[in-house]
């Protein structure tokens, strides 16, 4: 399947994926219960962009100040949509694809952006194979050891991802958010929460001590390079014009939705279970380990048991939609810095530059997982990938503010607001990640 297919097949008197509105409003002519069957790009981004580390913060966002920074939650997720809706617009409206629109903005998008996404890919890959086999780990105590399960993980993203059908992710990763949203959101009804007590929580302060619990959950609510996928996820789905503007909106908007409820939910349980009985979770993914350990004194071992799966769908979507969409960014940066054609079948879903970042996804990191300590590297990737978000919303602006975008579809005062917004809030958030890369080697 080459990229520029649609994967799905319209039915009678639906337009085809390249058909504008005719109108110039973004409708499709498209009745709204047929909307809502096509939405999938969306959920891809929420599988993929809510994994482990988001969780995480959440739970000790929780865990440490109740509901306080709830206002924080729904901040992020307020200002993902923005950052996605807008991606996702200037591909629609623009007919490029996103990196084809950062190298018109100077070539010094190029320069930031090969580096970012290989050191990333290596350091990326590493965690997202441990982070999945973690919960098998606590699942299967007397099975593998982590590294082995890992290793497991990895080959199995890989075969999923290999030959680039969207289609297939699109339905394994939608598998996994139903299965997330179960496992999360079960959790947070047991632990009843307590609706007065949350209220207050939706006023913004900054509790003593939470600067950077803040910082981590207004920007660490689903996914980072992923959003920028966004775009790609639409080529492969079909959705190729302005006429499908107002269905991605939809798409998006559902997508954070199901993210918000996720994270809600993840502040629920710390609030509810850890804030309220004063117990301290470990660090890194092996906090949802020990919440495993407490929903099985709680409620039995089996609740704890279902909720691990929950934590393994979280991860593993985020492994299957960053080995796919993550290619395809590779695939297209490769292809546009060389000058090919955009219909090349190297730069395309499944072509030798897609294959070529899904081999450097799993197999060179397989390395850093017999590493205890691989300095350099996770400087690196902490020095880079510190300022990709803040570069998103940035060059957002440039795109969707200029001739580059339709006037039609160009940004409005509430849009450039947000994306401002998340411009500031993404540089305070990259320079505490690269504070604690750099004073973590010294």
Do not use: H
Not at 130 to 142: D, I, R
Not at 344 to 362: E, F, H, N, Q
Request: neutral net charge.
């Amino acid at each position: 399947m080459t990229s520029g297919e649609n994967t799905e097949q319209p039915t009678p008197g639906q337009p085809t994926p390249d058909q504008p509105a005719s109108d110039g409003s973004g409708r499709t002519g498209l009745e709204p219960a047929a909307r809502w069957k096509l939405i999938g790009p969306g959920l891809v981004v929420a599988g993929t962009g809510v994994g482990a580390g988001d969780l995480v913060a959440t739970l000790s966002a929780g865990a440490k100040f109740g509901y306080a920074l709830l206002w924080a939650v729904v901040l992020g997720t307020v200002f993902k949509i923005a950052l996605v809706e807008g991606a996702g617009r200037y591909v629609l409206a623009s007919g490029r694809t996103i990196f084809q629109g950062w190298r018109s903005l100077g070539r010094w998008t190029g320069w930031y952006f090969g580096p970012y996404i290989v050191i990333w890919g290596l350091v990326y890959g590493a965690t997202a194979m441990s982070s999945s086999a973690l919960p098998l780990v606590a699942l299967f105590p007397n099975g593998p050891d982590l590294k082995v399960w890992a290793i497991g993980m990895g080959l199995v993203g890989f075969a999923i991802v290999w030959l680039g059908r969207y289609g297939f992710v699109e339905k394994i990763v939608a598998l996994f958010v139903g299965i997330m949203f179960l496992t999360v959101v079960g959790a947070a009804i047991l632990a009843t929460p307590n609706l007065p007590d949350m209220l207050p929580g939706l006023v913004p302060t900054i509790p003593d001590g939470a600067l950077v619990n803040t910082l981590a959950v207004a920007g660490g609510v689903g996914g980072t390079i992923t959003l920028a996928a966004y775009g790609y996820w639409l080529r492969e789905k079909g959705w190729a014009s302005p006429g499908w503007m107002r269905v991605m909106r939809l798409d998006n908007g559902v997508a954070y939705a199901v993210t918000g409820v996720f994270v809600v939910a993840m502040l629920i349980v710390g609030a509810e279970l850890l804030y309220s009985a004063n117990i301290a979770l470990a660090t890194g993914d092996k906090a949802l380990v020990d919440l495993s350990d407490v929903l099985d004194e709680r409620y039995g071992e089996v609740f704890g048991k279902v909720f691990l799966l929950g934590f393994w769908a979280s991860s593993f979507s985020s492994l299957i939609g960053v080995w796919n969409g993550v290619s395809l960014m590779f695939a297209d940066y490769l292809g546009t810095s060389r000058g090919l054609a955009k219909d090349d079948p190297r730069m395309l879903s499944g072509g030798s530059y897609y294959k070529a970042y899904v081999l450097w996804l799993t197999f060179p990191p397989m390395a850093l997982l017999f590493l205890n300590e691989p300095v350099g590297i996770i400087l690196a990737y902490g020095v880079l990938g510190a300022i990709f978000m803040p570069f998103l919303a940035i060059t957002l602006l440039g795109l969707l503010n200029s001739d580059r975008t339709p006037r039609e579809w160009r940004n409005g005062v509430t849009t450039n607001v947000a994306l401002g917004a998340c411009a500031l809030l993404f540089l305070a958030v990259g320079a505490n990640e690269l504070y604690k890369a750099v004073t973590g080697v010294f």
